[in-house]
């Protein structure tokens, strides 16, 4: 299985500053035939189900603040949001769907500081 | 817009079957993979299980092969998880969640399946 593996747990960050959460994968979700990394991002606020943010490691759904953004290739990648804003917190979990099981990182609560 | 809309959740003693339902109230059900994912109180996500398009294709997360079943209707837009030998630890919410393909695009509000004597 692919274990996905995100940094820190928690996270504070003051209003307008950058937030970064890292995700590592036990294993390349890379896929060579289609050139693509099986990476999503999601966020869960409080009460809610989750939100789609970012797929295919770093394009953003339609919708979805341009300060958000995905990076990364292969078992490393980082979700930054550039200037953070009252309304980005939430937990956020990364996600690969290269393999079944399909598997979530831990989690990471980002609050602001 | 898809909207999905979760029923069938409750208190079940261990060792009970319970069966959710997922209605589609959108227009691209049969177009899409359709999941279950589960979270327990307080606790990260979990993948339950998937199955394709057309139902011809399943996959489940190993704690609960030969337990769950995942199954879909598509004249009637549903997706059902029939639960057997239900665990303490299976309690969970349990979302009903679609995508074009394995990306879990659109989820629903979920609903609470709490196994306790």
């Known amino acids: 299985d692919f274990v996905m593996t995100q940094s820190p747990d928690s996270l504070a960050v003051s209003l307008g500053e950058r937030a970064t959460i890292n995700c590592k994968s036990s294993?390349?979700?890379?896929?060579?035939?289609?050139?693509?990394?099986?990476l999503a991002w999601y966020q869960q606020k409080s009460g809610q189900p989750p939100k789609l943010l970012i797929t295919?490691?770093?394009t953003r759904e339609s919708g979805v603040p341009d300060r958000f953004s995905g990076s990364g290739s292969g078992t490393d990648f980082t979700l930054t949001i550039s200037s953070l804003q009252a309304e980005d917190v939430a937990v956020y979990y990364c996600?690969?769907?290269?393999?079944?099981?399909?598997?979530f990182g831990q989690g990471t609560r980002l609050e602001i500081k | 817009e898809v909207q999905l809309v979760e029923s069938g959740g409750g208190l079940v003693q261990p060792g009970g079957s319970l069966r959710l339902s997922c209605a589609d109230s959108?227009?691209?059900?049969?177009?899409?993979?359709m999941n279950w994912v589960r979270q327990a109180p307080g606790k990260g996500l979990e993948w339950v299980a998937n199955?394709?398009?057309?139902?011809?294709?399943?996959h489940y997360v190993d704690s609960v092969k030969g337990r769950f079943t995942i199954s879909r209707d598509n004249a009637k837009k549903s997706l059902y998880l029939q639960m057997h030998s239900l665990r303490v630890e299976d309690t969970a919410v349990y979302y009903c969640?679609?995508?074009?393909?394995?990306?879990?695009?659109?989820w629903g509000q979920g609903t609470l399946v709490t196994v306790s004597s």
């Open positions: 969640a679609s995508g074009s393909g394995w990306i879990i695009e659109n």
């Open positions: 996600n690969q769907y290269h393999s079944s099981p399909i598997t």
């Open positions: 199955i394709k398009k057309d139902g011809s294709e399943q």
């Open positions: 959108g227009f691209t059900f049969s177009s899409n993979w």
């Open positions: 295919w490691a770093s």
């Open positions: 294993q390349s979700v890379f896929s060579t035939s289609s050139n693509k990394n099986f």
